[in-house]
């Protein structure tokens, strides 16, 4: 679904509400496979999300698992909705977005009305204060809370499963 590496000079996943609506790629490894696709696979239930995170601290994996994962349609602004956290990650960051509604820098419908997150924190993705799960995230707030090697990432892959 998505894989991020830290690159310093440019910020893949600074893109519009069209982009992520669609998805987008490049030759580097990093994508996003399009809200519109991931909810039309997730409305089903047959998915679960899991997620693998490396610290930039000390180049350590860790990983989330989530049972729940569906993206309601860009009607509801592809509202999050994700439960059943297992994994070694330290704390259950993702889950902390869950039911907020997906912000772009051109799209602002996270819940600060004079901030957008999207715009702040250099990426796409379901805000929320702005980010306790930051995986679209420029070099400054691409993090995980409380990731037992430090919540600065390294690099990030998201990805669906089959339940």
Known sequence: MVQQKLYFAYNYFNRSWAEYKVGF?????NYWL??????QLTLTNRYKLKTELQSRNTSHWYYAEYST???????????????????NAGFDALSAHNQHLFSTTDRHNDRFASDNCAAK???GFWYFNCCWA????????????NLPGGQPLQSSRMWLQCK
């Open 25 to 29: 790629n490049d030759s580097r490894g």
């Open 34 to 39: 399009g809200n519109d696709l991931l909810s």
């Open 69 to 87: 994962f569906i993206v309601e349609p860009e009607s509801d602004n592809y509202r999050l909705h994700v439960s059943g956290y297992s994994g």
């Open 121 to 123: 924190s250099g990426g």
């Open 134 to 145: 930051c995986l679209n995230g420029y070099y400054g707030s691409f993090a995980w809370m």
